[in-house]
């Protein structure tokens, strides 16, 4: 039977677990000559300590870490500003070239407008004639239907033969 690393692993800790509390307790009942209570306040004293320990080198890793943050900020700064002063005159350079460009453009497009508007009147103006040459068509070809009427004006058109 093959057993993984993991599976291996993990009765271990709880078999140290299980040796290192005992451990402790026994060590400070034993610092303590048996009695509980005391034994329970060095524990806590202990912890106490090693915890302002830690929170001391936190902060004593945590002030290198806000002094090199400062830092970079300060250079990255200074960068910034010297870049700022290197691209001014290009960015004049290329502010004028974009309104040229701009301009150019914003002319084009006002030609254009112009030449549509041109071509609309232009298109309405052929529709405007073309609809009253239909309309002049339309009310020639009314007259002349009135004139005949139904099988050439013999019942009731205006110009047939039988009129009453």
């Known amino acids: 039977m093959a057993t993984s690393q993991a599976s291996k692993s993990r009765p271990r800790l709880g078999f140290y ?3 290192a509390i005992p451990a402790a307790v026994g060590y400070y ?52 500003a ?12 290329v502010e004028g070239k974009v309104n040229g460009w701009l301009d150019r453009v914003d002319h084009k ?3 254009e407008v112009e030449r549509a508007k041109r071509e609309a009147a232009k298109l309405l103006g052929q529709a405007e004639v ?11 070809e009314t007259a002349k239907a009135k004139s005949s009427g139904w ?14």
């Open 109 to 111: 497009v006002e030609e």
């Open 17 to 19: 677990l299980g040796l």
């Open 29 to 80: 009942l034993y610092q303590n000559n048996g009695d509980a209570k005391a034994a329970a306040l060095s524990a806590r004293a202990d912890a106490r300590n090693a915890r302002e320990g830690t929170l001391d080198g936190t902060a004593y890793v945590g002030a290198k870490v806000d002094d090199a943050y400062d830092r970079t900020i300060a250079e990255a700064r200074s960068k910034a």
């Open 130 to 140: 073309e609809a009253k040459e239909a309309e002049a068509k339309l009310k020639a």
């Open 82 to 93: 010297e870049l700022q002063k290197g691209l001014q005159p290009k960015l004049g350079e």
């Open 151 to 164: 099988f050439g004006g013999w019942f009731g058109g205006a110009g047939g033969a039988a009129k009453n």
